[in-house]
């Protein structure tokens, strides 16, 4: 199996920073893509970022600019640093990667279990 745990998420006021950690773990062989998703009552879980094994990057709209992603291979951990945190950016926050599992010959993508990050105004 492979687990993602996240940490990081909370409250914090409109302009404020938060830093999201995911670590993988588990009988992993290969890690390719690690990103962030979000997702709010009501409407469809939407990307947040993604980034390859090689670092090269990609971030949805509403996000360019604001948030960077990056990871730490040695680690099998990826991270999300969130500036000019917006009340609109209030969401779940799940980690996801697409992983091979020992004894197993392709990748899935596996998520982890969501943080939550709230932007008062």
């Known amino acids: 199996q492979v687990q993602l745990v996240e940490s990081g998420g909370g409250l914090v006021q409109a302009g404020g920073s938060l830093r999201l950690s995911c670590a993988a773990s588990g009988n992993i062989v290969r890690i390719n893509d690690m990103g962030w998703y979000r997702q709010v009552p009501g409407k469809q879980r939407e990307l947040v970022a993604v980034i390859t094994t090689g670092g090269n990057t990609n971030y949805g709209d509403s996000v360019e600019g604001r948030f960077t992603i990056s990871r730490d291979n040695a680690k099998n951990t990826v991270y999300l640093q969130m500036n000019s945190l917006k009340p609109e950016d209030t969401a779940v926050y799940y980690c996801?990667?697409?992983?091979?599992?020992?004894?197993?010959?392709?990748?899935?993508?596996?998520w982890g279990q969501g943080t939550q990050v709230t932007v008062s105004s």
């Open positions: 996801t990667t697409d992983a091979v599992r020992r004894g197993f010959l392709g990748s899935y993508a596996y």
